[in-house]
Structure formats: structure tokens, C-alpha cells
């Protein structure tokens, strides 16, 4: 099975940083794509960033220049670096990943999810 455990969140004031890491372990042949959505309350969840096993990243419009996506094949990790954190940053965020465990499967998955709280 494949496991996504996610650490980094907390609690910061307005205008400061935070880096989320997101490891996958498991039965892991390849990962094509990672990334991280967020879902704050009472909103649905979106995405915030993401990344393919090429290196191209996109990145929700309300992020952009503030937040920076990466990964580390090798340890099969993604990370969000978040900068000039805003109050309405805060949500739940979820790493997610689409991985290949054999041949013939390819599923996505997703992490337990880890509390960003940003304040005023």
C-alpha cells in the first residue's frame, strides 16, 4: 500500500512562513503528479500548487509569488514553501499524489491533511 504523511503546518502571524513536506512510502514504482489542495471551512477544497514528474508547476492565482512548489524524486517528497502568509490562507491542507504501485495500477492518493492557521 501507499502512505502520504504530510508534516509542516502550525500556527504563524501574517506575513510570516511556512514549509509543508509531504513523503510517500509504500509499494511506489513511479510518481507522475504531487501536489497540495487546501480546504478552509465551510469551502470546498482547492488547489493550491502543483507538480509533475517533469518539473512543470502551476499554482492557484491566489498564491502565485508567495508560494513555491517542489519535489525530491529520490524521496519521493513534495514540499510547499509558503511566504507572506495572509489570514485567509488558513485551511487544512492535503498533499495529494498520483502513483504507479505496478504495471498495471495507477491510483491517486492523499494525505491525512496537516492545520495551517495564519493570524491577523
Known amino acids: 500500500q501507499v502512505q502520504l504523511v504530510e508534516s509542516g503546518g502550525g500556527l504563524v502571524q501574517a506575513g510570516g512562513s511556512l514549509r509543508l513536506s509531504c513523503a510517500a512510502s509504500g509499494s511506489i514504482v513511479s510518481i507522475n503528479a504531487m501536489g497540495w489542495y487546501r480546504q478552509a471551512p465551510g469551502k470546498q477544497r482547492e488547489l493550491v500548487a502543483h507538480i509533475i514528474s517533469g518539473g512543470s508547476t502551476n499554482y492557484a492565482d491566489s498564491v502565485k509569488g508567495r508560494f513555491t512548489i517542489s519535489r525530491d524524486n529520490a524521496k519521493n517528497t513534495v514540499y510547499l514553501q509558503m511566504n507572506s502568509l495572509k489570514p485567509e490562507d488558513t485551511a487544512v491542507y492535503y498533499c495529494?499524489?498520483?502513483?504507479?504501485?505496478?504495471?498495471?495500477?495507477?491510483?491517486?492518493?492523499w494525505g491525512q491533511g496537516t492545520q495551517v492557521t495564519v493570524s491577523s
Open positions: 495529494a499524489a498520483t502513483i504507479r504501485s505496478s504495471w498495471y495500477s495507477q491510483n491517486d492518493y
